[in-house]
């Protein structure tokens, strides 16, 4: 009887088991809303792309202001970025 007892799994046993079945569930959730390398390498492209584009809109207008211009022009683009919370070093 008592071997029977060791082999028979108890409630305590089935809890810890319904508990480490939902926490896989959970991460394979999880991992369905996570994006790939791949998918985030594309992202950062595409937003580089985008940077450098918005770069040479921003040179382009610099370059019609006149060489005159250029601290005026860098101050104003330095306070557009900070009103867009970027950080402006330089």
């Keep these: 009887m008592r071997r029977l007892e ?3 799994a108890t409630k305590d046993d089935l809890k810890r088991l319904e508990e480490k079945m939902a926490a896989k569930e959970d991460l394979k959730r999880l991992e369905e809303r996570m994006a790939t390398k791949e998918e985030l390498r594309a992202v950062e492209t595409s937003l580089r792309e985008e940077i450098r584009k918005l770069w040479l809109a ?3 207008l610099g370059a019609r202001w006149g060489i005159l211009n250029e601290d005026t022009f860098r101050v104003g683009v330095m306070e557009l970025l900070r009103d ?3 950080t402006v070093e330089r």
Aim: charged share 20%; with cysteine.
């Design 6 to 8: 060791e082999r028979l």
């Design 84 to 86: 867009a919370g970027c």
């Design 58 to 60: 921003l040179n382009a």
